[in-house]
């Protein structure tokens, strides 16, 4: 066993930190007021081989395995605590993926070069409205045949990036049904560009996170795509969009640990340099016990994102590790990583006293960012406690048919 790092995740994570904190941390405040990330923030990504990361070289992408994705992800995490940044990462690293194995060489070739240079956007929708985490039973998006192209009706909800692929171009991978009777074999994955699309309305949220990035629906009227939009083999859907998720939660677990870090360190240098009573914050033991703690579970879940990044990896290698293994993996990941970090950003907002509730201080960005991914972004924490009680026990003990 070893947990050292080879010379060219090193060097990778020098060139993204390096990047990270020079180009996009002092810039964070003016992305979360503004709501948007600039663009050449993001065609810069794209020269660094950011966006897509995992994608094929073939299409512009790195073809990086998901521990170098992962330690992106931490950096990135770590440069913007309000996460908005992070999101759009790694988004478009999991479902550029997915876009990369499992899309036809028409899709790849007309999409995944723009996505990769930072010219459009590849997102993930999923969630309907009388739905999210039950997507077997909820959803109602359909896909009919007609002729050789597929007819989509229905509607998505609480989608990054609407905004991003509306004015830039790109797709969403877009679950819908094609076999009603079959339950989670009967789902398709589908490449639906929203841009210019008379046939697809629309609607944003006002989120009260991670405001670089647009969070909003789209509800499809008979939309008309060519058959070669199709993602994979028909009826697969599901699969692919748990593999999907399974990647996006490490992603989203190293990236709670970046920020998480950050704001640990930004607390420690307050508690070192604040005076109270005649000596520094950080010789009370009130503060040096919750800051032992706190850093004891970053290190426990850097430990376990970097495990599944490493079980994923070796998956996708062939060696000797399965769905099953990655799947309770990346829950636990996901179900630690963003208590532990909204753990951190209260603990120092505590600690920072009435800074900690003003705008000149970054924490405030990085409490309203993590909360996402509590509440629900790549699935709820109950349901990553469904996913690994699953895993442990087996299907039959599911609370659902």
């Not at 990135?76 to 060489?105: C, K, N």
């Not at 997507?135 to 229905?154: D, E, S």
């Amino acid at each position: 066993m070893d947990f050292s790092w080879t010379d060219e995740q090193e060097i990778w994570r020098k060139t993204v930190r390096d990047f990270a904190q020079k180009k996009i941390k002092p810039r964070v405040r003016e992305i979360d007021t503004n709501k948007k990330i600039p663009k050449e923030i993001i065609k810069e990504m794209g020269k660094l081989g950011l966006l897509a990361p995992t994608a094929s070289q073939k299409y512009g992408g790195s073809g990086v395995d998901w521990t170098m994705a992962s330690i992106a992800a931490e950096e990135l995490g770590r440069a913007d605590i309000s996460l908005a940044v992070p999101v759009l990462y790694l988004v478009e690293a999991a479902w550029g993926f997915i876009l990369s194995q499992y899309g036809t060489d028409e899709v790849k070739s007309e999409y995944l070069p723009k996505i990769t240079s930072g010219e459009a956007f590849c997102g993930i929708a999923v969630t309907e409205p009388e739905g999210g985490s039950d997507i077997v039973g909820a959803a109602k998006t359909t896909a009919m045949k007609k002729g050789k192209n597929w007819i989509l009706n229905g509607e998505k909800i609480f989608i990054s990036g609407i905004t991003e692929s509306s004015n830039w171009g790109g797709v969403h991978l877009t679950l819908a049904r094609t076999d009603p009777s079959k339950a989670h074999k009967g789902f398709s994955f589908f490449a639906v560009p929203l841009k210019d699309n008379q046939n697809i309305e629309t609607t944003l949220f006002e989120d009260m996170g991670r405001m670089g990035i647009s969070t909003g629906g789209f509800k499809m009227d008979n939309v008309e795509l060519p058959k070669y939009h199709l993602i994979g083999k028909l009826d697969r859907g599901f699969y692919y969009a748990m593999e999907g998720f399974s990647a996006a939660r490490i992603l989203i677990g190293a990236t709670c640990v970046g920020a998480s870090e950050a704001a640990l360190d930004l607390g420690i240098d307050h508690i070192k340099t604040r005076n109270a009573f005649g000596r520094p914050l950080g010789s009370f033991e009130g503060i040096q016990f919750p800051l032992a703690e706190h850093y004891c579970n970053i290190d426990a879940i850097k430990l376990q994102t970097y495990r599944a990044a490493w079980t994923i990896d070796k998956m996708y290698r062939g060696k000797k590790c399965t769905h099953h293994d990655v799947a309770i993996a990346a829950a636990i990941s996901k179900l630690r990583a963003p208590i532990y970090a909204f753990g951190v950003m209260n603990e120092v907002a505590d600690w920072l006293g009435a800074l900690g509730y003003t705008k000149e201080y970054p924490i405030e960005m990085g409490i309203r960012g993590v909360r996402s991914y509590s509440i629900g972004a790549e699935g709820t924490m109950n349901i990553m406690r469904i996913i690994i009680s699953r895993e442990l026990l087996g299907k039959k003990f599911l609370p659902y048919k």
